[in-house]
């Protein structure tokens, strides 16, 4: 499966903004999707995570409440919902697809997408 996160831009911080992950050339229904970041110098991060079949989700402390992952497995589509948005967020997101549970936190994921670049001001 490939990916490919959308969504991104500037927005002033309390903003809310929706990034959404495309699977294409096969579907993730059956994987666990992602949202990782990464600021520049600094190691990638998990956001969240959302797994299959019961959707269980996982949040970074750092979103939590925040932030939201959801899925659409009849569109091949998973979505990162960005609310109140802070500028410590900036960062380029990215979406991955895996059999690993979402409790588990790991960038250890074997397919990802191109990032996505969003950038919070204050």
């Known amino acids: 499966v490939q990916l490919q996160a959308s969504g991104g831009g500037l927005v002033q911080a309390g903003a809310s903004l929706r990034l959404s992950c495309q699977g294409f050339?096969?579907?993730?229904?059956?994987?666990?999707v992602g949202w990782f970041r990464e600021v520049l110098g600094k190691e990638r991060e998990f956001v969240a995570a959302?797994?299959?079949?019961?959707?269980?989700?996982n949040y970074a402390e750092s979103v939590k409440g925040r932030f939201a992952i959801s899925r659409d497995n009849e569109k091949n589509v998973a979505y990162l919902q960005m609310n109140n948005v802070k500028p410590e967020d900036t960062a380029d997101y990215y979406c991955?697809?895996?059999?690993?549970?979402?409790?588990?936190?790991?960038?250890?994921?074997?397919?990802w997408g191109r990032g996505t670049l969003v950038t919070v001001s204050s």
């Open positions: 991955a697809a895996d059999y690993v549970s979402p409790l588990v936190i790991t960038t250890d994921y074997a397919y």
């Open positions: 959302i797994g299959r079949p019961d959707e269980t989700t």
């Open positions: 050339q096969g579907s993730f229904r059956g994987y666990t």
